[in-house]
Structures are given as structure tokens and as C-alpha cells.
């Protein structure tokens, strides 16, 4: 990808402001979700669908492997494809009909286990947990040039 982008999370409420900031700025598309357990990658999304007016529960799909929510007529998918033995499970899972939803977000954890079963990403987010507790450093990975300039204005403007 063209730009990447890294920022530090000092706590949750840093995790929950990028949270905004993705619902704001990325409408649709695939977004890969990268680190390993605990980094916060559920987590993030929570606050992500959160941002987009969800107010229920968020739960793992490490069981369902996907958990589809409508927010405010936003069909997103949340995968969590930790538990996936072999890709073809998603084939047998009816994936093509979920990634046939027009204009849906489609949010991907542990996308390496779904190999060629899963589109390729508009945005890859690496977490990486780092010795203090509650920071995170975050790499954001796409090649937006709209979504470029926006990052820097929230995150490096004086
Ligand atoms: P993953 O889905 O990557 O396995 P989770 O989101 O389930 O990780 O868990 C992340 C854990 O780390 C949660 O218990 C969360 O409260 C905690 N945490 C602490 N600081 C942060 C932070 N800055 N961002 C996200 N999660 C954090
Ligand atoms: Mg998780």
C-alpha cells in the first residue's frame, strides 16, 4: 500500500478517538485488523460501531467467526476468523453472500487464516501491544490520499 501512518494509543479513551475517526472517514470497504490476542483489535472495533450509532452489545465472533450488525441502514461485518481451521470453512459459511452486500464495511480480524477466501484490504490497522498495560502502537496502511490528509490534520496539526 502507498501511506502508512503510525500513532500511539496511550489508553482506551486514544483506542476509542481513532475509533471515531475511522467511522467518520471510512464509510465502506475491507479493513484488516492485525495483532496478536488482547492487542485490542475487539476493542477497537466496539468503538468503531459505537461511533457509527450502534448501541447494543459487541460481541466476538471467535465462535460464529462473523457478526453482522445494520446501523442506521450500514451493513457492517465483523470477522473474527481466529478459531478457522481451513479457508473453505468460509466458502461453506456463505462468505460470497455476505461480500456481495453493496456499500457494506466488512472488518476483518486474524485475516491471514482466511487466505484467498477474503478480498484483499483498503486499510490495514496493526496493533502491536507495547510493555506499559494500556498503550498501543497503531499502523495504519492503505492508499487513500483523502484518508492521508485527514489523519494529519487530526493527528499532526499544532
Ligand atoms: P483482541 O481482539 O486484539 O484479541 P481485545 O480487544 O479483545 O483484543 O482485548 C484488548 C484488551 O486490552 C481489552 O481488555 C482492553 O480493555 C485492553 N486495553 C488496554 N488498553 C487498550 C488500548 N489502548 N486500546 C485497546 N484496548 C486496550
Ligand atoms: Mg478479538
Redesign the pocket.
Known amino acids: 500500500m502507498q501511506y502508512s501512518f503510525k500513532l500511539n ?7 476509542q478517538k481513532l475509533a471515531s475517526f475511522l467511522g467518520q472517514h471510512i464509510a465502506q470497504g475491507v479493513i484488516y ?1 492485525i ?12 468503538y468503531w460501531l459505537q461511533a457509527l450509532g450502534h448501541t447494543g452489545a459487541v460481541k ?1 465472533p471467535t465462535y460464529t467467526l462473523v457478526e453482522p450488525y445494520t446501523i442506521q441502514k450500514q451493513d457492517v461485518f465483523h470477522f ?1 476468523l481466529y478459531r478457522l481451521n481451513d479457508p473453505y470453512e468460509l466458502e461453506l459459511m456463505g462468505i460470497r453472500d455476505y461480500l456481495d452486500t453493496p456499500n457494506a464495511l466488512f472488518l476483518f ?1 486474524w485475516p491471514s487464516k482466511g487466505a484467498d477466501e477474503i478480498p484483499q484490504a483498503d486499510y490495514v490497522i496493526q ?1 502491536e ?1 507495547m510493555d506499559d ?4 502502537q497503531v499502523t495504519l496502511s492503505f492508499d487513500s490520499i483523502d484518508f492521508q490528509n485527514a489523519l494529519n490534520q487530526e493527528y499532526t496539526a499544532g
Open positions: 494509543l496511550t489508553n482506551e479513551q486514544d483506542t485488523l495483532g496478536d490476542l488482547g492487542a485490542g483489535k475487539t476493542t477497537l472495533t466496539r466476538s473474527d480480524e496493533i501491544k498495560e494500556d498503550l498501543r
